[in-house]
């Protein structure tokens, strides 16, 4: 009876380390392959390729070309065959690419460098497309248009039209801003010209100097005169209130200055994401899941919104700073957030959410635009971060180039 019980025991322990253990990665990416689907179907269904940026009452919202997000849904799909290897992503990614050919031409917003990089970035890194560094060099070109050498800057937003041309800025930069320049730094790698990766750092040393404050955490937005180089004014146009730490900025600033760390060497760069990060893991209001508030400092904390898209864009950072730094928390704390954003308080059922893969994040608050919806650059993220984790897995460096 003894010998019988043992024989029991001994197989059930074997069952146990036998049985296929429920992969995070692989869950993702299972559950994306069909919310993806469905998607990529949906904005395929016209006449014209439309790129997909969000669900609003039962409709997904389609975006112009022209949009600061129209690069992420591309992108998202160059991630999905990066994640699985099979050429009906690869097929789909370049389709919602090419729709995007003219804005290597478009010189009226800084948000080319999202918008280009993450589309034909990863599709020359994944499947070197003739022409892909052509256009990435063009647009190079166009975003170099709007640098400002007397204030150092990429001069982000024009203030003649829209609601920018209220606010009496002359030439605003936003903390988001730093998201472009890893585009300059590959314009300079294809062609020899250093005017580009000059311009990031300048842009970059700039931003340092006048986007911060003694906690490391960032104005959104920094008015400059072009003419004199002179600060002019720091504010919000996202965020709760202009001292606040509206958490998409606090992310932007994490992740930008960490791949200026992978540009240059540079460890001021380096030191300057780590001081990020602990702005952002010591902070009172950042909730035990990870996934932040949108806006660290909004009084209605705890009854307020999560933005997804934030902790999606600080867990892919997370892992490239531990990549140069190999220090273990970074890994954990970016595991953790997918941890919480693979449940089901995060992540939609499958055939829900117009087939985005993530709920709940904040567009801005402030202009009523986009709140506790899906949002296609919090997918993009995840993607990112869930590459990224396998390739540290792997025993590879997080960022493939
Ligand atoms: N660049 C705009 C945003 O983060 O909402």
């Known amino acids: 009876m003894k010998s019988r019980f043992l024989c029991a025991l001994a197989l059930a322990v074997i069952a146990t380390q036998c049985a296929p ?22 904005s395929e269904a016209g006449d014209t390729v439309r790129i997909p940026s969000t669900f609003k009452d039962g409709e997904i919202v389609y975006v ?41 031409y478009l010189t009226w917003h800084h948000d080319v460098g999202f918008m280009i990089y993450d589309s034909y970035g990863n599709g020359l890194r994944l499947k070197n497309i003739d022409g892909y560094k052509d256009v990435i060099v063009n ?12 204030a150092g800057v990429i001069q982000s937003w024009n203030v003649d039209r829209g609601w920018q041309a209220e606010r009496g800025w002359k030439c605003p930069v ?32 700039q931003t340092m100097k006048n986007h911060y ?11 400059y005169d072009p003419e004199t180089g002179e600060v002019r004014g720091r504010c919000t146009a996202q965020g709760y209130a202009d001292d606040s730490a509206w958490a998409r900025g606090q992310a932007w600033s994490l992740y930008g200055f960490t791949v200026m760390y992978r540009f240059t060497g540079d460890a001021k760069y380096l030191e300057r994401a780590e001081k990020v990060a602990e702005f952002l ?35 892919s950072a997370l892992y490239e700073l531990y990549g140069m730094t190999d220090n273990g928390s970074y890994k954990e704390k970016a595991d953790k957030i997918i941890v919480s954003l693979s449940s089901p308080a ?32 919090a997918d993009y993220y995840l993607l990112e971060a869930l590459v990224r984790k396998g390739n540290i897995e792997k025993g590879l460096a997080p960022v493939a180039e």
């Open 64 to 104: 112009p070309t022209d949009d600061w997000v129209s690069g992420f849904f591309a992108g998202t799909l160059w991630y999905m065959y990066e994640l699985t290897g099979d050429e009906y992503w690869a097929e789909h990614a370049r389709k919602h690419t090419e729709v995007l050919d003219s804005i290597q």
């Open 174 to 205: 936003i903390i988001d801003n730093m998201m472009n320049l890893e585009l300059l730094f590959k314009a300079t790698e294809f062609t020899g010209d250093s005017t580009y990766a000059k311009i990031a750092v300048s842009h970059a040393d």
């Open 139 to 150: 647009t190079a070109k166009s975003l170099s248009t709007r640098f400002r050498p007397k």
């Open 346 to 377: 995060y992540r939609a059922a499958q055939g829900t959410n117009g087939g985005f893969i993530l709920m709940h994040s904040v567009g801005s608050i402030p202009h009523g635009s986009s709140i506790d919806v899906p949002l296609n650059y």
């Open 21 to 42: 253990r429920t992969d995070i990665i692989q869950d993702n990416v299972d559950n994306a392959k069909v919310q993806l689907k469905s998607l990529v179907e949906a």
């Open 281 to 315: 893991f010591n902070n009172p209001n950042m909730p035990e899941d990870l996934v932040p508030y949108w806006d660290f400092d909004c009084p209605d904390i705890p009854d307020t919104y999560r933005d997804v898209s934030s902790a999606a864009i600080i867990a």
């Open 213 to 223: 404050r003694p906690d490391y955490s960032t104005y959104h937005v920094v008015d």
